[in-house]
């Protein structure tokens, strides 16, 4: 059967600055760098980070094995998602409509209203960490964070801003995550041991780990910011590749630290506080120090969280030909809405997280079905590239697991509706 003509690469929107001619190469490698870091600063937010101490407590050093299966089925995600979006040029939701008119459409709303949701509790997650730095109110320390992530927005060059503050709050959560971790003295030998040998398999931590990092807007944020580097295209799977490598390399080192840290202060016979067991973790490990490390890393995680959740969840609801001043405004827009709600509600209500988390459950496997089709079926998208067949095997393997995962999803909705 003949090849069908190749399509025309889609126009990827750019800022005012940018049309004046072509990106430097600093100002392209700055620009993966952000993409880079929005994937993995948007995978480890409040939520993550909340999670991973209560698995730790709970399971101890076989917690390693969740966090490893963790990071090997992110490489799966993210290898094939970067690999389709960043070669076609064009967007999960565009791709989606190109594949099934009417799929892509469906693949926006979960992702916008999981978005918000979410949003809503990553800016409690910025008012917590603020609390724990300065004692300030949480409802005014989240208001003024989201006042930061709107100004990173409103700036004239809002993209230059939002890839340095990624980096920066991304590097500082690693390196005081890292000098926690060493102060703790985890039982490396024992997590080594169990990551591959693990003494007990608890597949609701690896289900629940994954579904937080790789699922609902997640698993678009680094990709599509790629789009936004003109960094596309089959001339280009190279760089794509091994952005998203170390896109996945850095959020892999984070869950890996904070997992350590965690442990290192429950195998000392430290108890932690039920109220918040991370707070207290970092306290046993650094003394009264440890509270402002833990509210610096949860305020850096939860605002780049919203950063992330409020541009990705904002390209769902724009296409490659929208300005980027008309997707500025939107994202500002996305960001104040759902600080107002956290004003007024001072938390997301647990029913909403739970549908939220029920769409963050069914994004993966709609959104990682039309990846798989486009890999094998539709090279007209990809400009005719020649997707490679391990790599398409490895998609196949995710995607039986995306469904599992989406059924999952399905099955907890079912029961919280009766």
């Known amino acids: 059967m003949a090849e069908p003509e190749h399509s025309a690469p889609e126009p990827v929107a750019v800022s005012d600055d940018e049309r004046s001619g072509p990106k430097s190469s600093k100002a392209t490698r700055t620009a993966l760098l952000g ?6 600063t948007s995978a480890v937010g409040p939520g993550f980070i909340t999670q991973t101490t209560d698995f730790t407590v709970r399971l101890g050093a076989a917690f390693a094995f969740a966090i490893v299966a963790s990071i090997i089925i992110d490489f799966a995600v993210q290898l094939n998602v970067w690999r389709v979006i960043g070669v076609s040029g064009i967007r999960a939701h565009e791709l989606g409509n190109k594949v099934l008119p009417g799929v892509g459409y469906a693949l926006a709303a979960l992702v916008v209203v999981g978005g918000l949701v979410f949003n809503i509790g990553n800016t409690s997650g910025a008012g917590l960490g603020t609390d724990a730095m300065f004692g300030l109110d949480p409802r005014i320390g989240g208001a003024v964070s989201a006042l930061i992530a709107i100004g990173v927005f409103l700036s004239k060059r809002a993209g230059v801003g939002l890839d340095r503050i990624v980096v920066v709050l991304g590097a500082g959560m690693i390196l005081m995550t890292a000098y926690t971790a060493i102060v703790s003295r985890p039982p490396l030998g024992e997590a080594l041991r169990n990551a591959v040998l693990p003494e007990s398999v608890n597949f609701l931590a690896i289900t629940t780990i994954v ?5 609902g807007y997640i698993t678009y944020a680094g990709a599509h910011r790629l789009l936004d580097t003109g960094v596309t ?3 280009n799977v190279g760089r794509i590749t091994s ?3 170390y896109g996945i390399i850095v959020t892999g080192v984070m869950r890996t630290l904070l997992f350590l840290a965690i442990l290192g202060v429950t195998v000392g016979g430290a108890v932690l506080a039920d109220d918040n067991p991370t707070a207290s973790a970092f306290e046993a490990a650094l003394g009264t120090a440890g509270g402002v490390f833990f ?3 949860l305020w850096a995680a939860s605002i780049t969280s919203v950063i992330g959740a409020a541009y990705t969840s904002v390209s769902f609801l724009t296409t490659s030909k929208t300005t980027r001043r008309r ?22 209500p647990v029913t909403l997280l739970i549908f939220a988390g029920a769409f963050n459950g069914l994004i993966l496997p709609i959104g990682f079905t039309v990846v798989v089709w486009v890999a ?28 599992y995962l989406g059924w999952m999803s399905l099955s907890g909705l079912a029961e919280l509706w009766s």
């Open 35 to 40: 993409a880079m870091f929005l994937m993995a």
């Open 211 to 215: 579904g937080g990092t790789v699922g």
């Open 233 to 235: 295209g089959p001339e």
């Open 243 to 245: 952005t998203s490598l």
């Open 295 to 297: 509210g610096v890393i």
């Open 327 to 348: 997707q500025n405004i939107l994202t500002v827009g996305f960001i104040a809405l759902s600080a107002a709600l956290f004003v007024v509600l001072g938390a997301a």
């Open 376 to 403: 094998w079926r539709r090279r007209d998208l990809m400009h005719g590239y020649q997707y490679p067949m391990w790599l398409k095997l490895v998609a196949l393997a995710v995607w039986l697991l995306t469904l």
